[in-house]
Structures are given as structure tokens and as C-alpha cells.
């Protein structure tokens, strides 16, 4: 395999580093090309741009391959939970007990909000969209944080994740509550992460809500599955924040406006929305799918395709297995779950699709899950976005902690007007 790239331009051939990653993966190093040649490279989506190198997640888009510092999402899947693949994520490595116990501890001792940001809530409106909220939030509980605004120190960066991964789930659920006019609920030290949050969203002060200890597993495997992707929009806008040492929060608050799109984690709230909208028109699939494969409809498969993955997204699969079985559980028949499966078996034999390589991705399904346990459909981003935290804050570190740091700044190619005069008011026309 070479280990250079030789980029002929003017007559002149120019020798570029081909950096090798620990799966194989290779990269052409362009970082002195303009110094070389006075060209930039262009590629719009950076469909073709490393933005850096990193050891926290692998994925490999063509296999179907997804690992979290090198454990299998499968096997993680299987045996581990949110918040230890939470640690694995941000410190890179599996905890003994006594890590996790003190983690664990950790979280339950931050998950209280200051009494102060209650009054936030107040001037939200009740149709306000949780992702507004959510992201105006977590910069607002900045505020209450003791040297939050002072240079990153990795002796306090604990305190801070711990605190941003806490609080992310009080401020989901409250968000919740103010929403439908409901008296917040404070957390229970006496409940793990998840359960906790479950808690706050459905509990009574009359009453506790009933924890199904099946439901707190898939919500706890809905976060697993979506906790980090390498650098997906989101991520790579955290990391963009974060290269100009802003802080931990100004970052996660950034990740959440990102991720909010209908093209990234706004999906899997659209998804629902495109299903209920085929079984209300009472249509088979057939014409949706017609209309998603015409340009001229505007309309795309939601919860379909992606920029990595041209196979099936390994969260999808294991996502549609849990459908079958927490639906089961709760005796629960969707018929937005047969819809859903109907969609997929056409699309995945449809040239449109197939010749595309678009297959269902983690929004595709997730939806149908957190139907079936009560997560009303606008909060559904939000699920995402908790799930996200330790992936965002896992990308926070990696680029504060790098030695050799600096500020993400991309070049473009400018192509508005040439020099121009400035013309004054009065002989610019008469409109
Ligand atoms: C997430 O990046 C990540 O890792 C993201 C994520 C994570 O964990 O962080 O995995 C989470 O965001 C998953 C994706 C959720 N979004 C959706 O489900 C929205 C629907 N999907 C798409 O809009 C699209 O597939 C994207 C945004 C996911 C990917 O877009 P790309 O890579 O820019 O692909 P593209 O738009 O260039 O599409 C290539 C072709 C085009 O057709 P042609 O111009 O070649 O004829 O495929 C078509 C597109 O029109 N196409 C679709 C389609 N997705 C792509 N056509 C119909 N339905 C779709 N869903």
C-alpha cells in the first residue's frame, strides 16, 4: 500500500502523507496543501473529510460495523448498560466496581437542578418545542456551575460530565412536566439512571409510577444504542465548539441544536410522523414509498438511508427486535409497527433503495419503542439527545485533552461578486 498520495497540479507533482488508522481506514493528509499548492480541497458535507483522527468510536459503513471503543454495539447491547457504556465512552475503558460505584454516586449527587432554574421553565410557552428548551437549559444551568467559564481542567472535567449527564435527564423530564401542566417531580437517589428518569416523567405526587423493569431495560438500550456515532453532525459540531474552548455546556447545548434536524435525530419524531400519515390516508406503503422516490415530492422514506452506513445500520436491527418483544410485554399491537415493517421489506426490494444502498437507520424503529412506553412523540429528539450525552462529552474531552490543539476554522471557495463600487442611495434606482 503507498504510503504517500502524489497530487500533480501545474506540471508540478506534490507528495501527500497517507495517515493509517488501527482498522485500516487511510486518509490523505492535506494539512500542507495550500502552504504546496495555493489549492484547498472542496467536498460539501465532507462526505470525503476526515475532521480528525480518534479512539472512541469505530464504524464501518459498508459491513455494517459499529464499536464503541472497540466493543461490538452488539455485545454491549447485550450486557452492559447506559451508564457503564457512558464511562467506557468518556474515560475509554470498562469500569471496575468501585469506578462505576463512584460514578454512579456521581450522577445521583448532581441530579438535582438549583432551585433557581425552576423559573426558567415558567417563560416557556406549553407548545414549546423540548429541544428549544432543552438546549436553552443546559447553557442557563451553566450559570450555576462554580468555574465553569475558567480554562479546561481535566482535574475538574469530571465534576462537570457528571454534572451535564445528570441534569441533561432532570431537565428532559421537567420540561415534560411543565408541558402538560404537571407539578415537577425531583429525582430519587434511591433509582439508578434511567428508572430515574422514568420517574420524573410519569410519577404522581399522589403516586409512584409503576417501573416495569422490561421498559426501564429498552429505554436504558434506546441510550446505549444511540450514545455515540463517530462524527455525525452533532458530534463534529460539539467538537467544533469545543476546538474554540468553550465550555463543556455552550458544546453539549450546541449538539442538541444540531442534532434537532428532520435529516439527523429530528428523524426519529418524523418517522412517527410519516407513519401515522400513511395509516390515517389508509395507504399500503405503496404510494408514500412512490412519492419518496419522486424528487418533485419533497417527501423522503424517513428513518431511511445514511452517510456512512450502506448496509444496515447495526442499531436498526437490534432496535426492531426489541419492538417485537417490549410490544409483546405490554401487550401492546401498533399498527404504526406493522406499517414500519411493510415499508422495509418493500423498500429493501425496490431498486430505488437498493441501487442507493439505503437501508433502515436507528430512527427508523426507535420511535415505535418509545410509543409503546409513553414517550410522547416531541420528546422523542430529546431521547435522543440523553442518549447522545456521553458521546458528546466523550468528543469534549478528546479535543480539549489533545496536545495540539487549535481552533476548527474550514476555508471555502468564494464564488459572490468580484470588487465592487459602493454606489450611494441616490443613484441606486428609483424602486
Ligand atoms: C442519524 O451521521 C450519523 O451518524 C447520524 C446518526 C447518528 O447516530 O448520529 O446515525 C443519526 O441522523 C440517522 C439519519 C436520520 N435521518 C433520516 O432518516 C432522514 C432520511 N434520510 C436522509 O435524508 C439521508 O439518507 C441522510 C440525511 C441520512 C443521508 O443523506 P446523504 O448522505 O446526504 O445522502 P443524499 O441525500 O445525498 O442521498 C443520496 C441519494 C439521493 O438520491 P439521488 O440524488 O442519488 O437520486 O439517496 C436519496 C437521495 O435523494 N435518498 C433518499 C433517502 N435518503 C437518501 N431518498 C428517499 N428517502 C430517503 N430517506
Excluded at 214 to 224: G, P, T
Excluded at 331 to 356: G, N, Q
Amino acid at each position: 500500500m503507498d504510503k504517500v498520495a502524489k497530487l500533480e497540479i501545474d506540471g508540478k507533482v506534490h507528495e501527500l502523507p497517507i495517515v493509517v488508522g488501527s482498522e485500516g481506514e487511510r486518509g490523505i493528509d492535506i494539512s500542507a496543501l495550500r502552504q504546496a499548492t495555493g489549492c484547498i480541497t472542496l467536498d460539501d458535507g465532507y462526505g470525503n473529510t476526515g475532521s480528525c483522527q480518534s479512539n472512541i468510536t469505530f464504524i464501518d459503513g459498508e459491513k455494517g460495523i459499529l464499536r464503541y471503543r472497540g466493543i461490538p454495539i452488539e455485545v454491549l447491547a447485550e450486557k452492559s448498560f447506559f451508564i457503564e457504556t457512558a464511562y467506557l465512552l468518556i474515560y475509554g475503558y470498562l469500569p471496575t466496581h468501585k469506578e462505576l460505584r463512584r460514578f454512579s454516586e456521581l450522577l445521583t449527587q448532581n441530579e438535582m437542578l438549583h432551585e433557581d432554574l425552576k423559573f426558567h421553565f415558567e417563560g416557556f410557552p406549553a407548545h414549546a418545542h423540548p429541544m428549544a428548551i432543552l438546549s436553552s437549559m443546559i447553557n442557563a444551568t451553566s450559570c450555576f456551575v462554580p468555574g465553569v467559564l475558567d480554562a479546561y481542567d481535566p482535574t475538574v472535567f469530571e465534576s462537570q460530565a457528571a454534572r451535564l449527564l445528570a441534569k441533561v435527564r432532570t431537565i428532559a423530564a421537567f420540561a415534560y412536566r411543565k408541558s402538560r401542566g404537571l407539578p415537577i417531580m425531583y429525582p430519587k437517589p434511591v433509582y439508578k439512571y434511567t428508572a430515574n428518569f422514568l420517574h420524573m416523567m410519569f410519577s404522581e405526587p399522589y403516586q409512584d409510577y409503576d417501573l416495569n423493569p422490561e421498559v426501564v431495560k429498552a429505554l436504558d438500550l434506546i441510550f446505549v444504542l444511540h450514545a455515540d456515532h463517530e462524527q455525525n453532525c452533532s458530534t463534529a459540531t460539539v467538537r467544533m465548539i469545543a476546538s474554540s474552548q468553550a465550555n463543556i455546556f455552550a458544546c453539549a447545548a450546541g449538539g442538541v441544536c444540531a442534532l434537532w434536524g428532520p435529516l439527523h435525530g429530528g428523524a426519529n419524531q418524523a418517522v412517527i410522523e410519516m407513519l401515522e400519515q400513511i395509516h390515517r390516508d389508509g395507504d399500503d406503503g405503496s404510494k408514500f414509498i412512490a412519492a419518496a422516490k419522486d424528487k418533485k415530492s419533497g417527501k423522503r422514506l424517513m428513518g431511511f438511508g445514511h452517510r456512512v452506513y450502506k448496509n444496515y445500520d447495526p442499531r436498526a436491527k437490534i432496535i426492531k427486535a426489541q419492538c417485537d418483544k417490549v410490544l409483546g410485554l405490554l401487550k401492546i399491537s401498533d399498527p404504526l409497527l406493522d406499517i414500519a415493517k411493510r415499508l422495509e421489506a418493500a423498500a429493501l426490494h425496490d431498486s430505488y433503495f437498493v441501487e442507493r444502498k439505503l437501508y433502515p437507520n436507528v430512527d427508523f424503529y426507535s420511535g415505535i419503542i418509545m410509543r409503546a412506553i409513553g414517550i410522547p412523540l416531541e420528546m422523542f429528539t430529546v431521547m435522543f439527545a440523553i442518549g447522545r450525552m456521553p458521546g458528546w462529552i466523550a468528543n469534549y474531552k478528546e479535543v480539549m485533552d489533545a496536545t495540539n490543539g487549535r481552533i476548527s476554522r474550514p476555508r471555502q471557495i468564494y464564488t459572490g461578486p468580484t470588487e465592487q463600487p459602493y454606489v450611494s442611495i441616490d443613484k441606486r434606482g428609483k424602486k
